[in-house]
Each structure stands twice: as C-alpha cells, then as structure tokens.
C-alpha cells in the first residue's frame, strides 16, 4: 500500500484547506484511513479516522466540528476538509492506513502500518 497526501499550504487564520490522500495497492473500502498531525517539538497526534470505507468516521475533539473527513471510491482517495483554520493546526498533516485496525484503536498511530509522506499546514493569526 502507497499513500500520498497533499493539500497542504499556508492560510490565514479562518480559511479553509482540503487535504487529499490518495491510495494505491489497495482500495480504501478495505481499510481504515487515518489522518493525523505534528507539530514542532509535539507528538504526533490523531486528526481523524475513516474507518473501513466510511461506515465509520472519528474525530478529534480539537477538530469536530470544523473538519470533515470523507471518502471516493473512484478515485481511491479519502479528504481531509478543514474549515475555521486556527494557528494551533498549523502541522505537518500525515495519513496512515490499515487493513486491521480494531475500533478502539483508530486514534493510535502505532494501530497504522502504512504512512504517507506528510503535506505541510500553516495557518497565520
């Protein structure tokens, strides 16, 4: 499985972004997509979850309400559509997949076995 997630840029503060991560090798029906995010000198920590071809969908509580993660079966691609950008998202942004991820591991990067390459957001006050 590759992925490769772009999107990225640089915004003001209450803009909007989509990131896109697309799949190739396997077809995201089949797994759980994830995205999450790091900051300078911060973990990495979960943004969003679309689990096993969207019968699911998680949020951080940072994010709910602001992003929306959603899929496209033909083209193989899960976004990641942030609204109300804030300088604390201001990240490197990576999605991850997995075949196996159980439902109480969908916010552990460790649960992810394949990473994309990360698309870099700054959002500016």
């Known amino acids: 499985v590759q992925l490769q997630a772009s999107g990225g840029g640089l915004v003001q503060a209450g803009d909007s972004l989509r990131l896109s991560c697309a799949a190739s090798g396997r077809t995201i029906s089949r797994q759980t997509i994830g995205w999450f995010r790091q900051a300078p000198g911060k973990p990495r920590e979960f943004v969003a979850a679309f689990w096993r071809g969207g019968s699911r969908t998680y949020y951080a509580d940072s994010v709910k309400g602001r992003f929306t993660i959603s899929g496209d079966n033909a083209k193989n691609t899960v976004d990641l559509l942030m609204n109300s950008l804030r300088p604390e998202d201001t990240a490197v942004y990576y999605c991850?997949?997995?075949?196996?991820?159980?439902?109480?591991?969908?916010?552990?990067?460790?649960?992810?076995?394949?990473w994309g390459q990360g698309t870099q957001v700054t959002v500016s006050s």
């Open positions: 991850a997949s997995d075949s196996s991820i159980i439902l109480s591991s969908v916010r552990v990067s460790s649960s992810y076995a394949y």
